[in-house]
């Protein structure tokens, strides 16, 4: 959440574009459209929704990474196969 607010503030301050020539700004971070509120309403809820719904058997040909750390995300660019020494988990 940390993670997400800080890069919704930067954008809104620096008008970086986030995609399409679209701009984050103040009205729409208060807004009920916001995607602070959005991801406060839903990150519980999505969080035990996601490990069961992956292993329905549709989706067992998958291999999903849960990745806990902004470390193990770049390990995952450079050294894949390092990935789950540093806490990285298959689900």
Known sequence: MKQLVWRTFHRVVTQQEVCN??????????SRDSII???LQTYHRR????PVFLKKPEYTHLQ???LRSPQATL???VKPKEV???GA???
């Open 21 to 30: 020539g679209n701009r984050e700004s103040w009205k729409k971070t208060f």
């Open 37 to 39: 509120l959005w991801a």
């Open 47 to 50: 969080r035990k929704e996601y």
């Open 64 to 66: 999903v990474v849960h």
């Open 75 to 77: 390990l995952l660019a």
């Open 84 to 86: 789950e020494m540093i």
């Open 89 to 91: 988990t298959s689900i």
